[in-house]
């Protein structure tokens, strides 16, 4: 596959009321290690996580959002949420072809993303998975599969 049809992409990832600051510092160092352009907090802020052995949190852009429509007004120009979420009518993760630019949305562990989040996603892509996922794994494998040679959307 040519390298043409990845040319101007980037994505950010965060968590909207995130429940514990070490489910963050190991997303962080995830997004790091797997080319997340930033990262950021909805809700809930945890500063500094002992997990995040890599320090992430200084080597990329943190931004943090007191509330989801704050959020919203500042998605970056041309960039598509997606919004991570066990709900019906989401796409399959394993189908699901990433648009090129793009922010990446979890949700705690009990509550999932708010209405109004899922509302405004642009996408919505699930697991294939009984029981909810660990935050910080479920964004894990969210950028590693974005990371596999799957088509882009535009």
């Given at each position: ?6 040319e ?45 052995t ?34 019906e ?38 697991f ?14 969210v ?12």
């Amino acid at each position: 596959m040519s390298t043409d049809n990845f040319e101007h992409e980037f994505f950010g990832i965060g968590i909207q009321n995130g429940k514990t600051p070490e489910n963050l510092g190991v997303l962080w160092r995830t997004a790091q290690n797997l080319g997340a352009s930033f990262i950021f907090t909805i809700g809930n802020r945890y500063a500094k996580q002992a997990s995040d052995t890599h320090h992430a949190v200084k080597a990329m852009p943190y931004f943090h959002y007191e509330t989801f429509d704050a959020f919203y007004d500042n998605l970056p120009k041309g960039a598509m949420l997606v919004g991570v979420e066990m709900k019906e009518g989401a796409v399959d993760l394993e189908t699901f072809e990433h648009p090129r630019r793009c922010v990446y949305l979890l949700g705690a562990e009990d509550h999932g993303l708010s209405n109004k989040a899922c509302e405004k996603s642009h996408h919505l892509v699930r697991f294939k998975s009984v029981k909810s996922l660990n935050v910080a794994v479920a964004g894990s494998i969210v950028m590693y599969d974005r990371n596999l040679s799957k088509p882009r959307l535009r």
